[in-house]
T-cell receptor
């Protein structure tokens, strides 16, 4: 059972380069999320998608775009990378059918991104 | 608005000692509360959660947490630390949601637990 899969695991970019982080889940979850994790700041929500075809901004969306390609996949794009975007990026998913027992987010292993 | 405060970015205990990681929350609506654990170079895993009902919640690996509404706290405890408990622990809060709304989590800044032999 793969759960949430993120690719790549590591990436080094030069300032101004673009790249897309990929995320796929095999749990048939409705909602998907992108977070960034920085030392001393916990996880901050970048974008989320409540269902296929919908996306919304989170706490720190500037410099990022997302695409909910289908129910399984949710990608994060950096159009012009900046050193401030050096971080660890996590994708997560949750079922979110309004049932108490299912409001749990499942996380991928992360993508470690360095922007030089 | 909701927020989470974790007191102590680093906690060190001896193997076999009590583990106590503190979490206080702020929420204008009934909260859902979560503890996640992150082992080195891995994603976050759910330890336990509180939604409604019993205020003492038991999770995996012997951890438990108690929801105290009067103190707006959800501290994580384990009676006896093991070396394998060394990890970073995150407290998170979300609003009680209905009708299939998205469950957005607000995370604390994390507490790194070190276990000394």
């Amino acid at each position: 059972n793969a759960g949430v899969t993120q690719t790549p695991k590591f990436q080094v970019l030069k300032t101004g380069q673009s790249m897309t982080l990929q995320c796929a889940q095999d749990m048939n979850h409705n909602s998907m999320y992108w977070y960034r994790q920085d030392p001393g700041m916990g996880l901050r929500l970048i974008y989320y998608s409540a269902s296929e075809g919908t996306t919304d901004k989170g706490e720190v969306p500037n410099g990022y775009n997302v695409s909910r390609l289908n129910k399984r996949e949710f990608s994060l794009r950096l159009e012009s990378a900046a050193p401030s975007q050096t971080s660890v990026y996590f994708c997560a998913s949750s079922e979110d059918e309004g049932l108490l027992a299912k409001n749990i987010q499942y996380f991928g292993a992360g993508t470690r991104l360095s922007v030089l | 608005a909701q927020s989470v405060t974790q007191l102590g970015s680093h906690v060190s205990v001896s193997e076999g000692a009590l583990v106590l990681l503190r979490c206080n929350y702020s929420s204008s609506v009934p909260p859902y509360l979560f503890w996640y654990v992150q082992y080195p170079n891995q994603g976050l895993q759910l330890l336990l959660k509180y939604t409604t009902g019993a205020t003492l919640v038991k999770g995996i690996n012997g951890f438990e947490a108690e929801f105290k509404k009067s103190e707006t706290s959800f501290h994580l405890t384990k009676p006896s630390a093991h070396m394998s408990d060394a990890a970073e622990y995150f407290c998170a809060v979300s609003a009680a949601l209905y009708g299939g709304a998205t469950n957005k989590l607000i995370f604390g800044t994390g507490t790194l637990l070190a276990v000394q032999p």
